[in-house]
């Protein structure tokens, strides 16, 4: 194992190291050896567990919901827009 | 050849007045514009005066775009910046990214400490308020990162250079911004049990 992977593995065993890579975690964003380092720590600590999974709902609810169609005013403030534009030739 | 040569050649049509180019630009970044304007203003009304001003000004500038970004990172670069100036004028707030909300709740060996509890969330049709209105308590600088973030079409690397970021101190303030509002859910509907 590189020094590297070493330290990496000493820090996934303290919780508030965890903490700091979920985002990296979650995003998708993470190396082999460190996630298979982080699920490990899942395994044996409830705390972790309970606290990713509130932090995936964050996640998840930031990404939607998408809008569909916009709203009245939104349609208006496009259409004022595009109207000034047009009075500016 | 330009790296977005449709986007280029759309905006050339509308430095050419084509009209109906302008109304395709809409449709494709109008819906996108106002989400993100939603986040960044402090409400309905001053979300869409920032989408029409934001759109004027895409349409008044169309012949700076040079296709070397996408017309769609390139219109929230414009956003963004008529967003900062209207918050400058109320007064900017930041965070750093080297302020984790969750420091207090480890001890100095970097465990959880005993009061932590993090039961799941049941109540599913609060939750969506909820996370609403934790998301308006943050800093300004989180709420533009969560935006261009929350936009799958503004991919990472232009997200934080359209806020004058590096990668990494985009990434952290993203992770800051996540963890202030789980801190912020969990509360809320830890109050009203």
């Given at each position: 194992m590189s020094v590297q992977n070493r330290g990496t593995l000493r820090l996934l065993l303290r919780c508030q190291s965890v903490n700091e890579v979920l985002s990296e975690y979650v995003d998708g964003d993470m190396g082999f050896v460190s996630r298979t380092l982080l699920w490990g720590h899942l395994l044996m600590c409830k705390r972790c567990r309970g606290y990713l999974a509130q932090f995936r709902r964050i996640v998840e609810l930031d990404g939607?919901?998408?809008?569909d169609t916009l709203p009245p005013g939104a349609e208006q403030a496009l259409r004022s827009a595009l109207e000034a534009w047009r009075d500016q030739r | 050849m330009a790296a977005h040569q449709a986007d280029l050649e759309l905006m050339h049509r509308v430095v050419a007045r084509d009209d109906a180019a302008a109304a395709d630009l809409m449709r494709q970044i109008g819906r996108d514009l106002y989400a993100c304007a939603r986040r960044l203003a402090p409400g309905t009304q001053a979300a869409e005066d920032l989408l029409q001003e934001t759109m004027l000004g895409i349409l008044q500038s169309a012949k700076r775009y040079d296709g070397r970004v996408s017309v769609r990172a390139w219109a929230f670069s414009i956003l963004r910046n008529k967003a900062v100036d209207a918050l400058r004028k109320r007064g900017r707030e930041r965070v750093t990214a080297e302020e984790d909300p969750e420091a207090h709740r480890f001890d100095d060996a970097g465990a959880w400490r005993e009061d932590a509890d993090f039961c799941p969330w049941d109540r599913e049709a609060e939750l969506r308020e909820v996370f609403e209105l934790c998301l308006k308590g943050l800093a300004d600088n989180q709420r533009e990162v969560l935006a261009l973030r929350a936009l799958n079409q503004v991919e990472g690397r232009e997200a934080a250079d359209l806020l004058g970021l590096s990668r990494a101190n985009f990434r952290q303030i993203l992770h800051r911004a996540r963890q202030a509002i789980r801190g912020c859910v969990d509360g809320k509907l830890g109050e009203t049990e």
């Open positions: 939607g919901p998408r809008l | -």
